[in-house]
């Protein structure tokens, strides 16, 4: 497992930036996958935006387009640039990380009760 630490939730309007940041301890090799899932009320936890070893990113329908998700090896750190907010996209947000058998691995096929490592969520809220 790994630590994660998120960062840079907020209350923005709709149509608004923000972009979170996961501070993480760092697997010893590039099978791993990391993500950004959210959570909201009465809702299922979706994941948003998957990034694997080998530095490919995947992305949901909802997010894609709109979202990126990005990593600074130098600072060990995991980001989520999101564009174009909506009201929607309210919700607590997770980072997530797991080991995987291989670098260039389909992260986003991963169940979210796969997933061995969260960090401990950061809110975001869109306002009309």
């Known amino acids: 497992q790994v630590q994660l630490v998120e960062s840079g939730g907020g209350s923005v309007q709709s149509g608004g930036s923000l972009t979170l940041s996961c501070a993480e301890t760092r697997y010893s090799n590039n099978r791993y996958c990391m993500a950004w899932f959210r959570q909201a009320p009465g809702k299922e936890r979706e994941g948003v935006a998957f990034i694997n070893g080998h530095g490919r990113a995947m992305y949901v329908d909802s997010t894609k387009g709109r979202f990126t998700i990005s990593q600074d090896n130098a600072k060990n750190t995991l980001y989520l640039l999101m564009n174009s907010l909506n009201p929607e996209d309210t919700a607590m947000y997770y980072c997530?990380?797991?080991?995987?058998?291989?670098?260039?691995?389909?992260?986003?096929?991963?169940?979210?009760?796969?997933?061995?490592?969260w960090g401990q969520g950061t809110q975001v809220t869109v306002s009309s």
């Open positions: 997530a990380a797991t080991e995987v058998p291989y670098s260039n691995y389909p992260c986003d096929t991963i169940w979210p009760s796969r997933w061995t490592s």
